[in-house]
């Protein structure tokens, strides 16, 4: 039981990751139907992003406190990821808006590796560790322990996911943006911009992603070219479990899918005769993916593509 609960809180923290990236892709793909496939590289760069600035001020300021150096970073990452994903938008993929869709998935998959081969030339291709910033204390819960990482984890995430639902069910540029998936060309005769609605969905999925990348470098100390790539695709893979194009089925698709991922890694190696261990757990996300293309395309919470069309 105490492993079943300690899987659960591991499930949760990482499924709130996956919600934060899932949701970037779920919203660009609810204003113009892309799949952002560069999104993972998102998190990626807000990560090294922070790793750079967090070494930075260990080296100016010693006696800063680690908090305080992971806010800074944080904030920084955010404005790098949404200057990145704004350049990404304007550059690689407005100019395709009218093309056949193929197109923008293709680009989409070529900025992914250009992203990754330009943080390989920048920070080189070693992994790095990530300096720990907060207390290592951790606390008890019943017979499992959670960190205080992840108490901030899964805090910030949830305000985050409440913060975002307002915005876009109570603010105008929410309505704005909810008008733009509606219909576009009706959007813009009402007045409504769809190329800033659509540049402003793109820098709050950056910034969402960025909140994740440093989480994800916080929660497992490490940072490198090729982190975004996996977290990425299982982001993509809860969207698509939630229903794509549905916010809450983004969130709902990433928790879900962090719980089936950390319990079936608890457990994989009694239910397979120790055949397969617990670093053979990313096969539950492709697996996922597999079972709700085949059986319930439009997702848990989702529309069916067509209804859309």
Wanted: aromatic share 8%; net charge positive.
């Amino acid at each position: 039981m105490d492993i079943f609960l300690q899987q659960i809180i591991n499930g949760l923290v990482l499924g709130s990751m996956y919600a934060l990236v899932a949701l970037g892709y779920t919203m660009v793909y609810g204003i113009i139907s892309l799949i952002n496939f560069a999104h993972g590289e998102v998190l990626m760069v807000g990560a090294m992003t922070s790793w750079t600035v967090v070494t930075f001020l260990q080296e100016l300021a010693p006696g800063m406190p680690g908090w305080l150096m992971m806010l800074i970073s944080l904030l920084c990452a955010i404005v790098v990821c949404a200057v990145l994903n704004f350049t990404i938008e304007k550059v690689a993929y407005r100019p395709l808006r009218g093309a056949p869709r193929l197109a923008p998935l293709i680009t989409a998959i070529g900025m992914s590796i250009l992203l990754q081969t330009i943080a390989m030339i920048i920070w080189k291709p070693n992994p790095k560790p990530y300096p720990l910033l907060l207390p290592t204390e951790v606390i008890p819960i019943g017979g499992a322990v959670i960190t205080v990482t992840q108490v901030l984890i899964l805090s910030t995430t949830v305000v985050l996911l409440c913060g975002l639902l307002w915005l876009v069910h109570r603010t105008k540029l929410g309505r704005a943006m909810r008008a733009t998936a509606e219909n576009p060309r009706v959007a813009a005769l009402m007045g409504v911009r769809p190329d800033m609605v659509i540049s402003a969905t793109f820098v709050i999925g950056a910034s969402l992603a960025a909140v994740a990348g440093v989480m994800w470098a916080s929660n497992y100390g490490t940072v490198q070219h090729t982190m975004g790539f996996l977290p990425g695709l299982k982001a993509f893979t809860a969207a698509v479990f939630g229903g794509i194009g549905n916010l809450a089925g983004a969130m709902l698709g990433g928790v879900l899918l962090g719980l089936i991922e950390a319990i079936g890694s608890g457990y994989l190696g009694d239910l397979t005769g120790g055949v397969l261990g617990s670093h053979y757990a990313d096969i539950f996300a492709f697996i996922v993916l597999i079972l709700v293309l085949t059986l319930r395309p439009s997702g848990l919470l989702g529309e069916r593509v067509a209804d859309r069309a």
